[in-house]
């Protein structure tokens, strides 16, 4: 029996410089048949790794001899682990194939030359060879998380979702075109756009190049080589010449690099990309702040919050109240202050920014429903909304921060508070450090000063996961619906694709419940747009789609109610007109949502059908776009799409009509003609209009031209027109409406002239392409 076992032991895997054509692998936990093939030194192993479940395997490259079992590559990350019956083969006919023993899986190598041969190298590289002994596949080439001495990265890694699962996870590094090394938190997953807001550490190097690549010497040293093979940034020195290195972009988002024993325990940390925990996005959810306690980053609410999963996992934080009405005073209600926050910073995310005094710019806030929290630098004055993302403690920054809090409203109440909150805080940062000693007058402390404070500090546990912002949309049975809305007895309007009615859900949250009916197929195309595209978002100016309904035939979206009904039905009335002022705010509003649908979102979204009956606003006049069912979503990389003309005549871009690509530069057209009927509470197209007035664009540029932007307020028939701003709209407006799709300003440019944050160039009449050619 012990001779037998020694056999199969000896049996599992083999040292083997060669492998040749029919060779094959298959997971043994009992040791029997081969599992893997080793580098010649035994250092580095190919084929079946154990999991934690001794029942399952991966597919990957680690060093046996380690204690850790360290693992540097692996394939088919992703799928359902193997198991017993699976097998990696290098067949007959040269290709290295997978089979879970349920199918046959894509083959590792997706290169259509046939392999003669393969070999695990001592470097830590599978390489598969063709008939001319040249290497036609490398491991080296497609690394996971992690990259070895003497290899190169191109291309990205991507991290693992923990030390034992090795699905991929929620952080990238990516080599850019542009040359720079990038850190990204994905924090929609895959969905995630890879902007600047999702980036936590970068090399500086864009410009140099679209051929920049990150190498890793024997000696540890790692450095970006350009296309000429030129060193252009180091980013670690030389070490000793000792054992092999390896970087390895980490679960929690680091990216760490480790002198690795090929024996043993021991791989010890050489270098880390980002020096503070809590300088890694996704650390803590939204609207919680990460500081260091006893070097062990935690996750901590500010005042006024609470954790959202109060069993302590990073769910982040939420506000202690609700509704916007909380910091309104009434009498005997208390109203709302500005808490500051000292050495907290968190990702800038303005909507308005103001150039004001620190005590203006906290009564701003104050004064302003939509504004959550301050960041104030140099008398500007940064309102934010939230959530508020990756905020972390930070020391030596010359910016403050405020969050609003329930509280005194008194502007003498905020400033006698004030020095008393500030003197509190920094008793409790000392009582903190202090306890830091003992585990237990921490505890004992914390609890203390919260009970004597009052502020409701929250600890929340280390944290591990990061799933912060999942949007779960309800699902609604039929029945519910019915009852909801009393029977579909109150209609609210006719859209596109069907009727909506008014309802009302048990907590007394009014809602708007459509009912999707026309053509089946459209209805069902409609159903599928809009669940993608807003359930997955989450903005201000967004209306929310609260959840579904897909029950038999029976096709329901349920949205939030809007009780002012749409832009369209108060903005060409007389009766019902906003104001100047209003309708400054809700072209704004519309170009925030807009923005964030184009840049900010999961997913860019075209919308595809802009005009005032798609915009509602609620009890507050805030504006928020609605009705997604033309929407065009694009791939995370796709930046434009060709597809049939959608949209409302009038307000469809003229690319459309030229079969060219569209992109979301089609929606800022929309945006254009609609602002200039917003500024004038007028139609886009009215043909009783006298002869030179019928197009109001036309008319718009003739005025500017002339000088006579007056003749436009006389139109709108509203007061306190600023004409500073007019002027400033109607330059907007004109940009926006360019034939050109390359003249039209991004969102982001939109909402920054429109605040008034950058000037604006005269623009150049809208159809000058055109009219010349
Ligand atoms: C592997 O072995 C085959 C046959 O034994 C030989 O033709 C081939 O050159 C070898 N390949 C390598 C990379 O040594
Ligand atoms: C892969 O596995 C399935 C199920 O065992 C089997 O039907 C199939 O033939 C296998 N493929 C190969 C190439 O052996
Ligand atoms: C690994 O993580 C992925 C993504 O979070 C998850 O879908 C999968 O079920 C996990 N696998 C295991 C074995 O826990
Ligand atoms: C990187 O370091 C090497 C020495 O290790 C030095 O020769 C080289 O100039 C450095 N490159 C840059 C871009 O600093
Ligand atoms: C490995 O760890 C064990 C206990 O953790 C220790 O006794 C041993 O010395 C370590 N070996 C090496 C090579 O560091
Ligand atoms: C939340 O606010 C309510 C009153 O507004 C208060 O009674 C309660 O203690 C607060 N909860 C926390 C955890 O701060
Ligand atoms: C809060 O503000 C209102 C209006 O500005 C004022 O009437 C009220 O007295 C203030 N409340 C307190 C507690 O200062």
Not at 187 to 193: F, L, S
Not at 471 to 492: C, D, G, I, P, W
Not at 744 to 772: A, C, H, N, Q, Y
Request: proline fraction near 4%.
């Amino acid at each position: 029996m012990l001779l037998l076992c020694l056999i199969t032991i000896s049996f599992s895997s083999a040292q083997s410089q060669n492998i040749s054509l029919g060779s094959s692998l298959s997971p043994t936990p009992n040791g029997r048949g081969l599992s893997y093939w080793l580098s010649p030194s035994g250092n580095f192993a190919f084929g079946f790794y154990p999991l934690k479940d001794p029942q399952q395997f991966l597919v990957g490259i680690w060093m046996p001899k380690t204690l850790e079992k360290v693992l540097v590559w692996s394939a088919n990350r992703n799928g359902p682990p193997f198991s017993v019956g699976s097998f990696v083969t290098l067949s007959r006919n040269g290709g290295l194939i997978l089979n879970n023993s349920q199918a046959q899986l894509e083959p590792i190598h997706l290169n259509s030359l046939p392999a003669s041969s393969a070999s695990m190298l001592d470097d830590g590289n599978f390489v598969l060879y063709n008939s001319d002994s040249r290497a036609i596949w490398e491991s080296f080439d497609s690394p996971t998380d992690t990259i070895l001495s003497g290899q190169t990265l191109s291309t990205k890694l991507s991290s693992s979702v923990s030390e034992t699962n090795h699905s991929t996870g929620k952080y990238q590094l990516i080599m850019q075109t542009d040359g720079n090394l990038v850190l990204y938190y994905l924090v929609d997953g895959a969905r995630t756009i890879l902007t600047p807001a999702n980036a936590y550490w970068f090399t500086r190097t864009q410009g140099k190049g679209d051929a920049v690549t990150l190498n890793l010497a024997q000696d540890g040293h790692m450095y970006l080589l350009d296309s000429t093979g030129s060193n252009i940034k180091n980013i670690t020195n030389s070490q000793d010449r000792r054992s092999i290195y390896r970087a390895r972009l980490e679960p929690g988002g680091n990216f760490e690099l480790f002198l690795q024993n090929l024996e043993g325990n021991g791989s010890s940390l050489v270098w880390s990309a980002a020096n503070d925990p809590c300088e890694v996005y996704g650390l803590c959810g939204f609207n919680s702040y990460c500081t260091l306690m006893d070097v062990t980053p935690t996750c901590l609410c500010p005042p006024g919050f609470v954790l959202i999963d109060p069993n302590g996992n990073s769910q982040g934080c939420q506000r202690n109240f609700t509704g916007e009405d909380d910091c309104r005073v009434k009498e005997g209600i208390q109203g709302c202050m500005m808490f500051p926050m000292e050495n907290i910073n968190w990702a800038d995310n303005a909507f308005d920014i103001l150039s004001a005094s620190e005590e203006e710019c906290e009564q701003a806030c104050l004064d302003d429903r939509a504004c959550m929290a301050i960041l104030f630098e140099n008398n500007q004055c940064k309102k934010q909304p939230l959530p508020l993302r990756y905020m972390k403690r930070i020391t030596g920054s010359s910016v403050k921060a405020f969050i609003k809090t329930a509280g005194q409203n008194s502007s003498a109440g905020i400033n006698g508070r004030n020095k008393g909150e500030h003197q509190k805080i920094l008793l409790i940062i000392g009582l903190i450090l202090m306890a830091f000693s003992i585990i237990l007058v921490l505890i004992s402390s914390f609890l203390y000063y919260n009970s004597r404070v009052g502020r409701h500090y929250q600890k929340l546990m280390k944290q591990v996961k990061n799933a912060p912002n999942e949007v779960n949309l309800r699902s609604f049975s039929y029945s519910e619906l019915e009852k909801a809305t009393h029977r579909f007895n109150q209609e609210l309007g006719q859209g596109a694709f069907g009727t909506v009615y008014l309802g009302s859900l048990p907590c007394n949250t009014k809602v708007a419940v459509k009912k999707l009916e026309k053509v089946i197929e459209e209805g069902e195309r409609e159903f599928q747009t809009e669940m993608n595209v807003i359930g997955k978002t989450h903005h201000r100016n967004l209306v929310r789609l609260f959840g579904y309904c897909n029950e038999g035939s029976h096709r329901f979206l349920v949205y939030e109610f809007m009780s002012n009904g749409s832009l369209a039905s108060h903005l060409f009335k007389t009766e019902s007109r906003p104001d100047w002022f209003q309708r400054v705010g809700i072209t704004l509003d519309i170009a925030r949502g807009l923005l964030y649908l184009h840049e900010e979102c999961v997913t860019q979204i075209i919308h595809c059908d802009i005009k005032p009956q798609n915009i509602l606003l609620d009890d507050f006049q805030t504006a928020k776009i609605s009705d997604f069912g033309l929407a065009k979503i694009l791939k995370p990389e796709q930046t434009r799409t060709y597809t049939g003309v959608r949209g409302t005549r009038g307000y469809v871009a003229p690319e459309w009509y030229k079969n060219q690509s569209i992109t979301v530069k089609a929606d800022v057209y929309s945006f254009g003609i609609m602002l200039v009927e917003i500024i004038c509470c007028r139609k886009a197209i009215e043909s009783g209009a006298p002869e030179d007035e019928v197009v109001l664009i036309d008319w718009v540029y003739n005025c500017f031209e002339a000088g006579e932007l007056e003749k436009l307020e006389r139109v709108a028939e509203t007061e306190g027109v600023e004409n500073k701003r007019l002027e400033r709209m109607v330059m907007v407006g004109l940009w926006c409406v360019q034939d050109d799709p390359a003249l039209r300003p991004s969102m982001k440019k939109v909402v920054l002239m429109l605040e008034g944050t950058v000037d604006i160039p005269r623009p150049p009449s809208p159809s000058s392409f055109i009219s010349s050619s």
